[in-house]
């Protein structure tokens, strides 16, 4: 559980889409007339988040569950009126996503309360704030009625932000329809493996009133020049690329290509579809419920859609222990709690396996419950929140029922697109690539694609071991000390490494240093990742050739001193220009104590050539998406390690929920 999931993903898609050239090493859609397959698929995405959350919008893909949900938290810092800067998050949301808003909150002033228990959360909503967020269902399962809550929050011109779970919400109550203000999640049970953590598809949607400030990328519907319907990105003046630092978020790679396949699940699955498969797992979870309960095990909850929580004391570590001894994995929770979550590929053996970890003396005494004799047990989800209304209308999500239908359908979009499978894409190093077929079968293999993320680390060590092996290559290509693979967009990765060097420069006494200076060159992702860094962004001025201006850089260098963070340039530039005074750049920079950030996004042309931490480099990130075998897929996933010298690497992101430091 804890948002990730057990999926069956249907062999026309993982064939024809995940598996195809035609869609995985297609290029951004910034050029409609030759995306109009993609941004189709991308359409029926946020079609489907509309009708399952009951929201009036919703972007094309967010790049995982916590960073939609600390996006959630700043798109209702900018949108409500209550001039607050508290954030309220109910304690039960997923542990990883708690880290990342408390991340992502600290750089803009705003304050996180947690609320561990009821009590303390009825607390909460009393006290001033700007927004709050509930995971619904909860990470331990259980399924809140937050109706009234929603009408106490508003009442303090505050937003209700709800993480959800859109398999849940083909049977319970979309929050949309109880007032919600953003809905956000993840869709990587539609179809897509866990492949230990990503890449997967989230969402973000909203209320209509909050759509000229949602981050990510919107496909919106117009006509072309013959009066007929044509798909192109829509409200773009919100993006990085034009507003920089004044965007609404630094994100522009986003999940397009699990975004896809999560959308044709839906379109494959249809509602009917969807449906079935939410009762059923909603029916093994009341089976299992009922047995244990038999077994003197009864769950925590009594509202619950996949997942149970038991408290198990001095007895944990015994469960857990006799569940490996099955091959099976416990979630420890609290460290006193278990919790269990089924998925679509629950099997009876399953269930009936459970039953033998949590009755080892019923097993003994051949009194195990029998899965015949709990197939009547009553259903969990409440009566007061199933869903009534209806989702997935459009004829698309309705017509290609049959695999061969679905072939088709899938093909006619493909060959609206140009992709490399067709031809190269001369747009810049972005697409300057081969995603080779042997570097793409691996990732469908089970035994990559079925590992779950906070497996325990003795059974992680294969990735383990891929991960020791990227790093040492890619800090010989760059000539740095450290690197972390976490960022999974060259956005994040930027964002990473700023926060490196404010945590370098508040480690030293100097957290006065807030300035970073960025040439009028530079890629607009650059000042809105220094924004949300809490930075403050000078720009400085280019010759005529494209170069930064070394005059005045260092004018601005001797303006602000003492208070200088950082200098972000990008090498080559976006001009495509090589700044031939780099290293004077760098060491000037580094006279007046700032570090010097230099954006990877053009790696492709220095891979073996020359090495950004040996040139005077600080830190870089790069796009495995660009310059190395990750696949583009019409505009992620991508892959955004952040690179760093060697007094920095203390200040390289951790991951606690993953056991990994932080």
Not at 332 to 353: A, M, Q
Request: net charge negative.
């Amino acid at each position: 559980g804890q948002g990730y999931y057990g999926t069956h993903t249907p062999g026309v898609i993982l064939r024809n889409i995940l598996e195809n050239p035609a869609w995985y090493t297609a290029y951004t859609p910034y050029q409609a007339e030759i995306s109009q397959g993609r941004m189709e698929a991308l359409v029926n995405f946020q079609t489907m988040v509309c009708d399952l959350t009951g929201m009036a919008i919703a972007n094309a893909s967010m790049l995982d569950e916590a960073t939609a949900a600390a996006e959630a938290m700043t798109l209702a810092k900018r949108s409500v009126k209550s001039r607050s800067s508290t954030f309220v998050v109910a304690g039960d949301c997923h542990p990883q996503t708690i880290e990342v808003i408390r991340t992502r909150a600290a750089p803009l002033g705003i304050s996180v309360v947690i609320a561990d228990s009821r009590a303390a959360w009825d607390a909460a909503l009393e006290r001033d704030c700007f927004a709050v967020l509930a995971q619904y269902p909860a990470t331990s399962g259980r399924i809140d009625d937050l109706r009234g809550d929603v009408a106490r929050v508003h009442a303090k011109d505050a937003a209700f932000i709800v993480a959800a779970d859109l398999l849940a919400l083909t049977l319970i109550t979309p929050p949309g329809e109880f007032d919600a203000d953003i809905v956000c999640g993840t869709t990587q049970r539609f179809g897509m493996p866990m492949c230990n953590g990503g890449p997967h598809a989230a969402f973000l949607a909203c209320r209509d009133a909050y759509k000229r400030s949602l981050p990510g990328r919107l496909v919106g519907v117009s006509v072309d020049a013959h009066g007929a319907p044509a798909y192109r990105l829509a409200l773009q003046t919100r993006e990085q690329h034009i507003r920089r630092e004044k965007a609404t978020s630094n994100i522009c790679t986003a999940q397009v290509l699990p975004a896809v396949v999560a959308s044709m699940y839906a379109v494959y699955h249809g509602p009917a579809g969807l449906t079935r498969i939410a009762q059923r797992v909603a029916r093994y979870t009341a089976i299992l419920a009922s047995g244990l309960a038999q077994l003197g095990h009864a769950p925590r909850e009594a509202a619950t859609f996949d997942t149970l929580s038991f408290h198990t004391g001095e007895a944990t570590e015994a469960l857990v222990a006799r569940a490996r001894s099955f091959n099976a994995n416990l979630r420890v929770y609290w460290k006193d709690w278990i919790c269990v979550s089924l998925d679509e590929t629950t099997t009876r053996e399953d269930v009936e396996l459970l039953w033998r970890i949590f009755g080892q003396e019923a097993e003994d005494a051949g009194t195990l419950p029998v899965f015949a004799e709990h197939e009547d047990a009553a259903s969990l989800v409440p009566d007061a929140l199933r869903r009534t209304s209806a989702f997935l209308a459009h004829p698309v999500f309705n017509t290609h029922k049959s695999e061969t239908a679905m072939l088709r359908y899938i093909r006619s979009l493909s060959d609206k697109d140009l992709a490399l499978d067709r031809s190269m894409i001369p747009l810049g190093s972005c697409t300057m690539k081969l995603n080779a077929t042997s570097e793409m079968i691996p990732v469908t293999w089970p035994e990559f694609a079925n590992i779950h993320p906070f497996a325990p680390p003795e059974q992680l060590q294969g990735y383990a071991e891929l991960d020791r092996q990227l790093r040492a290559w890619l800090c010989e290509a760059t000539g740095y000390a450290g690197i972390s693979l976490q960022p999974n967009a060259g956005s994040q990765g930027e964002y990473a490494g700023l926060l490196a060097i404010k945590a370098f420069h508040e480690s030293r006494g100097e957290g006065r240093r807030d300035i970073c200076l960025i040439p009028s060159s530079a890629h607009g992702t650059n000042p809105a990742s220094a924004q949300m860094a809490g930075m403050q962004v000078v720009v400085t001025a280019c010759d005529t050739q494209g170069n930064v201006d070394i005059d005045d850089l260092r004018r601005a260098c001797e303006k602000h001193g003492d208070r200088l963070a950082a200098m972000m340039i990008t090498y080559p530039s976006t001009h495509g220009v090589f700044e031939t005074r780099v290293k004077e750049l760098c060491e000037i920079v580094h006279s007046y104590g700032g570090r010097v950030y230099v954006d990877g996004a053009n790696m492709n042309a220095l891979v073996g050539v020359a090495a950004p931490g040996e040139f005077g480099g600080d830190v870089s990130h790069l796009n495995l998406h660009k310059t190395f075998c990750i696949p583009h897929g019409g505009g992620g996933p991508g892959v955004g390690p952040v690179c760093v010298v060697a007094d920095l690497v203390p200040f390289l992101p951790g991951h606690a929920t993953a056991g990994l430091g932080g």
